[in-house]
Nanobody, 120 residues
Framework: QVQLVESGGGLVQAGGSLRLSCAAA????????MGWFRQSPGKEREHVAA????????YYADSVKGRFTISRDNAKNTVLLQMNNLKPEDTAVYYC?????????????WGQGTQVTVSS
């Protein structure tokens, strides 16, 4: 089992940057693919980014490609989401999640979320 805790959210002006962190508890963290999702009121949850267990494969939604970067440090049980050139439409609650398989798209464990608000 993996417990996930996100941090790093906050209020930022458009064009600014934030770095989200997801700390994982569990000895098997390095075997899981990790993903970041977001959801804002009235909208469906969006899969923003994902990274394989080794970091060798990554995925980005078109809406964030070129602006967001996902990375992981298996020694520290941490996955990061660097968000640059933020836009008001990036405002959402951001969740990290863990999947047993990068290619399955099935995420077994979820964090509680961290709020990101981008002002115009």
């Amino acid at each position: 089992q993996v417990q996930l805790v996100e941090s790093g959210g906050g209020l930022v002006q458009a064009g600014g940057s934030l770095r989200l962190s997801c700390a994982a508890a569990g000895r098997t963290f390095s075997s899981y693919a990790m993903g970041w999702f977001r959801q804002s009121p009235g909208k469906e949850r969006e899969h923003v980014a994902a990274i394989s267990w080794s970091g060798g494969a990554t995925y980005y939604a078109d809406s964030v490609k070129g602006r967001f970067t996902i990375s992981r440090d298996n020694a520290k049980n941490t996955v990061l989401l660097q968000m640059n050139n933020l836009k008001p439409e990036d405002t959402a609650v951001y969740y990290c999640a863990a999947a047993r398989s990068y290619y399955s798209g099935l995420y077994d464990y979820w964090g509680q979320g961290t709020q990101v608000t981008v002002s115009s």
